[in-house]
């Protein structure tokens, strides 16, 4: 079967939308660091949109900081791929032009280095996920302890970490006296670009503390609030794409019919007209923020290790079960809600009944699993933030100790069947042991889990209510299961 590619574009059906600029011409204007799904169907999107409006030298360099995986997809279809935006009744195929080619940092540091210092590009996007920040999570300090920080900080010329790959590049333009470029971050963190530039500053004062001044002086980190869902593909994707576009796409990514970017506008080297397109760009993005990660994230998180346990594959099959669906609306009416408040004209009761319906689309196979990785770097911004705030008065916490429960009892590695579960998380090996510890005591456990600084801070540990609250739901998971207990308490 032959690859979608530049030769092939124009034998696609006439319902693929394709590129409707030069392709041979277009210049990368923007290096992306972490080239997955998720950028391939939300930045590169907006990008190719400006590209189709009005040009522009726009186009992306996607760099791999680990596997060859993507660039082994994208290299034989010249950087092409296909977008499906699937709703429950629809689906819309585009394919997307905007990334010209892509680089594995770990093959050759030095060149993706030269590439970022390179004039002609103005910015650098980053989706590397929250551990790629290389932070404590519960502080925002750089982890200096961290192997790849290190490292980094010993051969800056073949970094290994995004922090040591724009300290590199932002040195390398310094020196050269090349202007800087804006370094976006685009993953889910709250204040992500201050976030960036904290671990960057502290990172680049070890470096120089001339070399850091000059960063402050010229670098700009915006933030942004970024959303749209965006499940692994499948192979069974990849098959129906081939056969709706007579070609193979190894490439191709589903996503949702919404999508949302916020940026705040403050670009140290120009930018193209993602406002044009349907972003959102704003003097403050915290509001907006706020609002997805509690109640999107927080949810999803919640959903994520509740529905995992409950023995629920996919996030459209939890939304099924309607003592989950009370619980999400109770979570997005207290918790979450009673916390956010919603910027002017922004209907948030609509917003709300909008995402569980984003929940529930059945046509995206979203993994409770996928959700579930990395909880010790997602939960401090999707769940403990907001404990704080409603600790801090006579808010509800219960959810929030639900889901935190919740994630205790996955992350002990064994599912209630007694089989092993596949946690994916840094601090994975810690937090089984911690809850091995307790040898099967969830008061323990809890203790133990808790404990962890780098997620819980030095505060959670004591605060009776939290503490308490979460040992109860942990016990009744333990005694009656997941699924039973949110039955018990969610039923109708
Ligand atoms: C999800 C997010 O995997 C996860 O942790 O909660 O990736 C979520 O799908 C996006 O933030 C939606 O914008």
Redo the contacts with the bound molecule.
């Keep these: 079967m032959k690859r979608l590619s530049n030769e092939t574009l124009s034998q696609l059906p006439s319902k693929v939308q394709t590129p409707r600029y030069d392709r041979s011409t277009l210049k990368a204007g923007i290096v992306h660091l972490g080239i997955g799904a998720?950028h391939r169907a939300h930045q590169a999107f907006y990008t190719e949109a400006v590209l189709n409006q009005f040009g522009g030298d726009w186009g992306i360099v996607g760099c791999s900081l680990r596997s060859a995986g993507v660039r082994d997809q994208l290299a034989p279809q010249d950087g092409l791929y296909t977008l499906v935006e699937r709703s429950s009744d629809s689906e819309k195929f585009q394919v997307i032009g905007a990334v010209r080619n892509v680089m594995v940092g770990p093959e050759d540091p030095a060149a993706l280095v030269a590439t970022m210092a390179d004039p002609d590009i103005k910015i650098v996007s980053l989706t590397v996920t929250e551990k790629g920040y290389c932070h404590d999570p519960a502080t925002g300090d750089l982890n200096l302890d961290n192997p790849d920080i290190r490292h980094d900080l010993e051969n800056l010329h073949a970094p290994k970490s995004a922090i040591g790959y724009l300290a590199a590049a932002l040195k390398a333009r310094m020196d050269a006296g090349v202007p800087s470029f804006t370094a976006l971050s685009c993953d889910?963190l709250p204040n992500n670009g201050q976030v960036l530039e904290k671990a960057l500053h502290q990172f680049a004062e070890k470096v120089a503390p001339d070399f850091a001044q000059w960063v402050k002086t010229n670098t700009t980190f915006p933030c942004t609030m970024?959303?749209?869902?965006?499940p692994a593909t499948t192979d069974e994707d990849r098959a129906h794409v081939e056969s709706v576009l007579g070609v193979r796409d190894e490439g191709t990514v589903l996503t949702e019919p919404f999508t949302q970017w916020v940026i705040e506008d403050k670009f140290a080297n120009g930018r193209p007209q993602w406002e044009e397109v349907g972003a959102q760009l704003v003097d403050e993005v915290e509001v907006f923020e706020k609002i997805?990660l509690r109640l999107?994230?927080g949810a999803?998180?919640t959903i994520?290790y509740a529905g995992y346990l409950a023995g629920f594959e996919y996030v459209s099959e939890v939304m099924a079960e309607p003592a989950f669906v009370k619980m999400v609306e109770t979570y997005h009416a207290r918790e979450a809600g009673e916390t956010v408040a919603a910027p002017e004209g922004f209907d948030i009761e609509f917003y709300k009944e909008q995402l569980r319906d984003r929940f529930r689309n059945k046509s995206l196979k979203?993994r409770t699993w996928?959700?579930a990785?990395?909880g010790s770097q997602?939960l401090p911004q999707r769940l403990l933030h907001t404990l704080r705030e409603q600790l801090d008065g006579p808010g509800h916490i219960d959810i929030i100790t639900l889901g935190v429960a919740a994630w205790i009892r996955y992350v002990s590695g064994v599912d209630e069947k007694g089989q092993p579960i596949d946690v994916s998380d840094p601090l994975a090996q810690t937090l089984r042991e911690a809850c091995d510890s307790a040898k099967g005591n969830p008061a323990a456990m809890v203790k133990a889990v808790v404990g962890i600084k780098e997620v819980f801070g030095y505060d959670l540990f004591s605060e009776p209510r939290f503490v308490e609250s979460t040992v109860a739901w942990l016990e009744a998971f333990y005694e009656k299961g997941v699924l039973a207990t949110i039955r018990e308490h969610f039923g109708a």
Aim: hydrophobic share 40%; aromatic share 6%; charged share 25%.
């Design positions: 998720f889910n970024i959303d749209r869902i965006v997805k999107l994230n999803h998180s994520a979203h996928q959700i990785m990395d997602k």
